[in-house]
């Protein structure tokens, strides 16, 4: 009995293993595209992964957040296919490169936050509360 729930296991894991996040294939298959200094599209990269169009631009935007990669992400617009229709809108395509992207606060020289902060212990407050109680 336990050789079989040993074996069980054994083979799980072996599977867990095998099995890549979609987001992993992507990033695979924009890297080998780099190697070749190819820039792919949606529909080039849905024919390759077999995934959807809109889930492949979603892997992507993951990819470029640190804690996926950091991964810097370019688009551009392809050239005038022949045979497509000029109303049938702009043909972007995308490669993915090595270097980590600089977030926000890295850009911007000393700053703390990027909303508008109240301070503490603000006069404001303190004088309302003044102006009510000189009434009593």
Known sequence: MR???RHRTTTRNITRLRM???RQ???DVM???AECDTWLTLAELARLTRFGEASISAQLRHLRKPECGGFQIKK?????LPGRPPQAGSLWEYRLFWGRR???KQGVRGAKSFGWR???GSARGRERGSEAGAGL
Do not use: P
């Open 3 to 5: 050789q079989a729930i």
């Open 20 to 22: 890549r996040t979609q």
């Open 25 to 27: 294939i992507v990033r």
């Open 31 to 33: 890297l080998s595209a």
């Open 76 to 80: 551009r617009v392809r050239a005038a």
């Open 102 to 104: 600089r977030s926000r």
């Open 118 to 120: 109240k301070k503490a």
